[in-house]
T-cell receptor, first 112, second 113 residues
Framework: KAGVTQTPRYLIKTRGQQVTLSCSPISGHRSVSWYQQTPGQGLQFLFEYFSETQRNKGNFPGRFSGRQFSNSRSEMNVSTLELGDSALYLC???????????FGQGTRLTVV | GQQVMQIPQYQHVQEGEDFTTYCNSSTTLSNIQWYKQRPGGHPVFLIQLVKSGEVKKQKRLTFQFGEAKKNSSLHITATQTTDVGTYFCAGRMTTDSWGKFQFGAGTQVVVTP
């Protein structure tokens, strides 16, 4: 069974631009969560989606948004990029709220 | 702010020694999960604890969930170089299914031969 797929793997953007990251969960998984990982802040929770509905949202500004499609694939969008948005963005899928999460390899975003 | 705290942040261990990393929450958790992230990799699920006082073992790893469901620990015996990585705990904040799921900052483990 294929794992969680995140695209692209690497991305370089300039300040002020916007970016869309994609996550394809494991087949059959309906829950997708997004995390931002930086060396100093660890894993910071961004959003959690289940069946196209946002179930939870972390403490990030409105520039960070996401959505989930009917096939459970999810996208995350960051508008008006700032240097501080440089990070590894990880997506995780699971079968539900209390089951193990499977992480993708992540998208390494660099804002210059 | 961070509601799930992990200590220590760094752990240098001599190969063969034991060590413990702790996870503490300011609120009651419905469950807690532990993940391991190798350098350059992504977090990989290790275990989930749900019941108060639960203890689970995986070979040299022992996981505990506190009686109050606010803290957890991971104890590794006879550390090996393959144990290198960052260990994260992650807890569901409330007893509702969709309470916020929060990761601790992780314990980075370095093993010296």
């Amino acid at each position: 069974k294929a794992g969680v797929t995140q695209t692209p793997r690497y991305l370089i953007k300039t300040r002020g631009q916007q970016v869309t990251l994609s996550c394809s969960p494991i087949s059959g998984h309906r829950s997708v969560s997004w995390y931002q990982q930086t060396p100093g802040q660890g894993l910071q929770f961004l959003f959690e989606y289940f069946s196209e509905t946002q179930r939870n949202k972390g403490n990030f500004p409105g520039r960070f948004s996401g959505r989930q499609f009917s096939n459970s694939r999810s996208e995350m969008n960051v508008s008006t990029l700032e240097l501080g948005d440089s990070a590894l963005y990880l997506c995780a899928s699971s079968g539900g709220s209390n089951t193990e999460a499977f992480f993708g390899q992540g998208t390494r975003l660099t804002v210059v | 702010g961070q509601q799930v705290m992990q200590i220590p942040q760094y752990q240098h261990v001599q190969e063969g020694e034991d060590f413990t990393t702790y996870c503490n929450s300011s609120t009651t958790l419905s469950n807690i999960q532990w993940y391991k992230q190798r350098p350059g990799g992504h977090p990989v699920f290790l275990i989930q604890l749900v019941k108060s006082g639960e203890v689970k073992k995986q070979k040299r790893l022992t996981f505990q969930f506190g009686e109050a469901k606010k803290n957890s620990s991971l104890h590794i015996t006879a550390t090996q170089t393959t144990d290198v990585g960052t260990y994260f705990c992650a807890g569901r904040m409330t007893t509702d299914s969709w309470g916020k799921f929060q990761f601790g900052a992780g314990t980075q483990v370095v093993v010296t031969p």
